[in-house]
């Protein structure tokens, strides 16, 4: 199965990794789903999350792992054993591998996918607020460089499509994580917008964050994150414009 015209591709130019991100088309599921969700948390019948998912491996040429995402900074280091049939899903929000015969998949749907590239490997994350305050993207980074032997400015990084900076309301909580106040902040990452009440209210950018985070951790080829799931109910599923709208998908596998 070839990948779906309206999907995310990388633009890296590599040819030794095989990577896309879902949208909302090409799936089978109905209603508010409609139609490629991958999430089995909104009500979707599980047989058409199912044939989503096998979609998703025909397109990537492999099996797609999955794990249970929790907003927090734990990598999951795929082994042959996590690919076998029945294998448990693990709690983390980042995975790694080396294994070119299995793939790795983050779901998302307002919250920042990132998928990286090495030389011998390739790796997901799953980076929300909470996670990227808590280091998932550098502990992704870290992982990769040990599993593939390869220094962080060997590695490619995208983002995929994430809820934008104009959507993307925070609190003071929010600042705190990232060690911010509301006296002291950086334009490009928090911008002040007082809410329909008028109480005290930012708007941050995802993506300025990562690119931060990244580039801290040695990256230097960073591309991606054009896109805002909120802004666009057409093309992307949003957490924040639905608590049951449905979920996307990232994939990525090393081509052996």
Not at 35 to 41: A, E, I, K, Q, T
Not at 127 to 139: C, D, I, K, T
Not at 147 to 161: L, S
Request: include cysteine; hydrophobic fraction near 45%.
């Amino acid at each position: 199965m070839m990948i779906h015209a309206d999907w995310l591709r990388p633009d890296w130019g590599l040819d030794h990794v095989r990577a896309f991100m879902t949208t909302r088309a090409g799936g089978v599921s109905q209603g508010a789903c409609a139609s490629m969700n991958v999430g089995l948390s909104v009500g979707d019948d599980p047989a058409a999350v199912a044939y989503n998912k096998g979609l998703i491996e025909q397109a990537l040429g492999a099996p797609a792992r999955f794990v249970w995402q929790v907003h927090g900074a734990a990598v999951l280091r795929l082994r042959p054993e996590h690919g076998l049939p029945g294998a448990e899903r693990v709690q983390a929000d980042a995975i790694v591998s080396t294994l070119p015969g299995l793939g790795l998949a983050i779901q998302a749907a307002d919250c920042l996918p990132v998928l990286f590239a090495a030389p011998g490997g390739v790796g997901g994350a799953h980076a929300g607020w909470r996670g990227l305050s808590a280091g998932v993207l550098e502990n992704t980074v870290a992982a990769l460089c040990e599993e593939a032997r390869c220094a962080p400015q060997d590695i490619h990084a995208w983002m995929g499509a994430c809820i934008g900076p104009a959507a993307f309301e925070v609190g003071e909580d929010v600042l705190q994580a990232f060690g911010a106040t509301p006296s002291d902040l950086d334009p490009a990452l928090f911008r002040f917008q007082a809410n329909a009440q008028g109480e005290p209210r930012w708007r941050a950018d995802l993506v300025a964050l990562a690119r931060r985070r990244l580039q801290a951790a040695g990256l230097v080829h960073i591309s991606g994150g054009h896109w805002c799931t909120h802004g666009d109910a057409s093309r992307f599923f949003s957490f924040r414009r639905s608590r049951l709208d449905g979920r996307m998908a990232a994939v990525i596998r090393l081509l052996g």
